[in-house]
């Protein structure tokens, strides 16, 4: 069954360098999507992706993060200069579609560290 | 706005049946989900909700809606050991152009004993 993979699991850094997380969605879906999910919070909405833009962002994600699709199978988010507070789970997701019923298949997640 | 809350904690026994709660906010909402999530994994779609029905069976799995209140229970019948996971409510808020984001709650952790 087709899955959206996530790499690395577990991502370390310093405190003001840059991150690069990376997501293959499934390959006939659309629509990408970030959420991350800060210990014992909610999963928050970070942004979505459609036809090689930006659809819908949110607050959270400010200049310093940029998502981006280099080629036809990856999706990217990079955040430019890590804070402590930006330690969370990251999860990718895709969907088929994007309005009304729409189901997204997410990734394991990749556990983003800020020292 | 858009909030979705939940309880964070639900213990049952083994064959007794779960009840999940969830609140939401955001009546644009036209469906509305249940997302499983076990260890290491990401989150899986368990089922979903049509905004204009009331319940939703799907094998021992009962979904009741009350849009008034604006409440969504997912109701385990028969709870296994196996369903013992990390369980989300999302919505998804209308918005024009589509693209529609999911609002998770919290998240309620069943635990499911002998």
């Known amino acids: 069954e087709p899955e959206v993979t996530q790499t690395p699991s577990h991502q370390v850094t310093q405190m003001g360098q840059e991150v690069i997380l990376r997501c293959v969605p499934i390959?006939?879906?659309?629509?990408f999507y970030w959420y991350r999910q800060i210990l014992g919070q909610k999963v928050e909405f970070l942004v979505s992706f459609y036809n090689n833009e930006i659809s819908e962002k949110s607050e959270i994600f400010d200049d310093q993060f940029s998502v981006e699709r280099p080629d036809g199978s990856n999706f990217t988010l990079k955040i430019r200069s890590t804070k402590l507070e930006d330690s969370a789970m990251y999860f990718c997701a895709s969907s088929e579609h994007g309005a009304d019923y729409n189901e997204q298949f997410f990734g394991p997640g990749t556990r983003l560290t800020v020292l | 706005g858009e909030d979705v809350e939940q309880s964070l904690f639900l213990s049952v026994r083994e064959g007794d049946s779960s009840v999940i709660n969830c609140t939401y906010t955001d009546s644009s909402s036209t469906y509305l989900y249940w997302y499983k999530q076990e260890p290491g994994a990401g989150l899986q779609l368990l089922t979903y909700i049509f905004s204009n029905m009331d319940m939703k069976q799907d094998q021992r799995l009962t979904v009741l809606l009350n849009k008034k209140d604006k409440h969504l229970s997912l109701r385990i019948a028969d709870t296994q050991t196996g369903d013992s996971a990390i369980y989300f409510c999302?919505?998804?808020?209308?918005?024009?152009?589509?693209?529609?984001?999911?609002?998770f709650g919290a998240g309620t952790r069943l635990a499911v004993h002998p």
């Open positions: 999302a919505e998804s808020p209308t918005r024009s152009g589509g693209y529609n984001k999911l609002i």
């Open positions: 390959s006939n879906h659309l629509y």
